[in-house]
């Protein structure tokens, strides 16, 4: 039975919720959502700005109503949790921890936790966001999260991290879990930090519940590819734009920034595709040789040298900021966020740019690198392959059963290929860059979801 004012008896709400605005959608809207109050749009190195100026333009072009763009652009739940820990020396410390729920409407929430000393709320609230884009557009049922604790690790030892990791788990029991929100690795957290928090969710409900972390050990329920997952999608992403713009692997050659995870694996993964990779680099500096970089002697360099290429002599040394500007057909940036700015993207001569790390690239930079003709994958299509073989895991584990790294890897590049598709169709549909076709595939099936679900109330 419907009342007066469009709702049921059980509160369900019943008008149409339309995600469409019948009026032109006003970016003084966003404004207010952002700020509560108008303020100018422009640049800012606040990463929550950043992810709402690219929401806010693809919302603009879909015409998004006004009340889900302003529903999309606040984290469903913000939890701050204070963190004691028993230090060595018997000093008692505490430290801020964060999880932050953006958005829960395709399926539980996803994300990594980062332990840094200048982790804030902004950052998280930004990436948790993040999270529920990258999810939508690869077609993965999780909705987004991120967490981070405010700490220095490199000053802490294991048992520290231990306890700190135990005690950020145990305060947020009510949070996680296999079918509410599951956490990950991210920045200086690993395999080990996960396999605590598995133990101590576990320790807590009674039983072991290895679906509860993703990016785990092996030995406890983690998936094969997991860990070469993000350069991979790099690499298939990569692959899907050239050949739409008729690049033959054999014919091109790439520079890519950050030797970590994601940049080391989507090199050699791109090099075992027929590109010459002239160029690599990492904290230490760039690597640059116009023959093509041994892209397996150089992984072999870093794992024998702390994870560092310094001192690598199979190639000359250029800076990071001269690698970026390099006469390449591919450039990947695998490092870090805000590299390409304002102030570089004009030099920029690469044709592709394929976004391994998370915000490389700024607002400001986008519209020059637009102006250029460069295609940009962005990072919410081109570094999803973590997320996608997460969910891989989550499902192996609640299944009780292993898949081979074969089957996770065909099942990946279908994904990744499927999500590329979709967003270069739309980019060509709206006549946007890739960056907004992204948010307007994602942006739709998040707000497609509300709307087939209705607002409870
Ligand atoms: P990592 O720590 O393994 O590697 C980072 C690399 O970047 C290192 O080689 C480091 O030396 C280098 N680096 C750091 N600062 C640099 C600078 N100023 N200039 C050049 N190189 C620099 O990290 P990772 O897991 O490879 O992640 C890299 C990026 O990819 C991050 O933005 C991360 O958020 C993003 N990402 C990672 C995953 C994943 O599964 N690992 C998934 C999605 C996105």
Not at 52 to 62: C, L, Q, T, V, Y
Not at 191 to 202: C, F, G, H, K, P
Not at 281 to 286: E, L, P, Q, T
Request: one cysteine or more; proline letters at 5%.
């Amino acid at each position: 039975m419907q009342n007066g004012n469009g709702r049921h008896g059980n509160g369900t709400f019943t008008a149409q919720l339309s995600i469409k605005s019948p009026m032109p959608f006003q970016r003084d809207v966003y404004r207010r959502a952002v700020y509560q109050e108008p303020a100018p749009l422009g640049h800012s190195d606040n990463p929550f700005q950043e992810m709402m100026e690219r929401f806010a333009e693809a919302a603009e072009i879909i015409a998004l109503d006004e009340g889900v763009f302003t529903y999309l652009s606040r984290p469903a739940r913000v939890h701050i949790t204070s963190v004691p820990v028993a230090m060595d020396d018997g000093s008692l410390k505490v430290f801020e921890g964060y999880r932050v729920i953006h958005n829960e409407v395709l399926g539980p929430s996803k994300g990594g936790v980062r332990f840094a000393p200048d982790v804030n709320l902004d950052e998280v609230k930004a990436l948790a966001a993040w999270m529920t884009w990258k999810c939508a557009v690869v077609g993965v049922p999780f909705g987004g999260a991120k967490g981070g604790i405010r700490c220095n690790p490199a000053e802490m030892s294991p048992g520290e991290l231990e306890r700190l990791t135990r005690r950020y788990t145990a305060n947020l029991m009510d949070v996680f879990g296999p079918d509410k929100d599951i956490p990950a690795p991210d920045m200086n957290t690993n395999e080990q930090i996960m396999a605590w928090l598995l133990d101590t969710y576990s320790m807590h409900v009674r039983r072991t519940e290895t679906a509860v972390v993703t990016g785990k050990p092996l030995a406890l329920g983690g998936s094969l590819g997991r860990k070469e997952a993000t350069g991979r999608g790099v690499m298939t992403t990569t692959l899907a734009a050239m050949e739409r713009l008729g690049m033959r692997p054999a014919d091109s050659t790439v520079a890519v920034q950050g030797f970590g995870n994601v940049g080391s694996i989507a090199a050699m993964l791109l090099h075992e595709q027929g590109c010459k990779i002239v160029a690599v680099s990492d904290v230490s500096g760039g690597y640059y040789n116009a023959n093509g970089i041994d892209i397996n002697a150089a992984m072999d360099y870093a794992a024998e040298h702390g994870r560092s290429l310094a001192g690598f002599d199979g190639a000359e040394e250029i800076t990071n900021e001269e690698l970026l500007e390099l006469e390449v057909d591919i450039l990947a940036p695998c490092a870090k966020e805000n590299q390409i700015t304002e102030h570089n993207a004009a030099n920029i001569k690469a044709k592709i740019i394929a976004e391994g790390a998370n915000g490389p690239t700024t607002t400001e930079a986008d519209k020059i690198l637009k102006d250029n003709g460069v295609l940009v994958i962005p990072d919410i299509l081109a570094n999803a392959g973590g997320v996608t073989v997460s969910y891989f895991e989550w499902v192996q584990n609640r299944h009780g059963y292993f898949w081979s790294m074969e089957r996770v890897n065909r099942r990946l590049d279908r994904m990744m290929r499927e999500g590329f598709d979709k967003v270069y169709d739309a980019g060509e549909k709206h006549d946007t860059p890739l960056r907004i076709a992204a948010y307007i595939i994602a942006i739709e099936k998040v707000a497609q979801a509300l709307k087939l679900r209705g607002i409870y109330a």
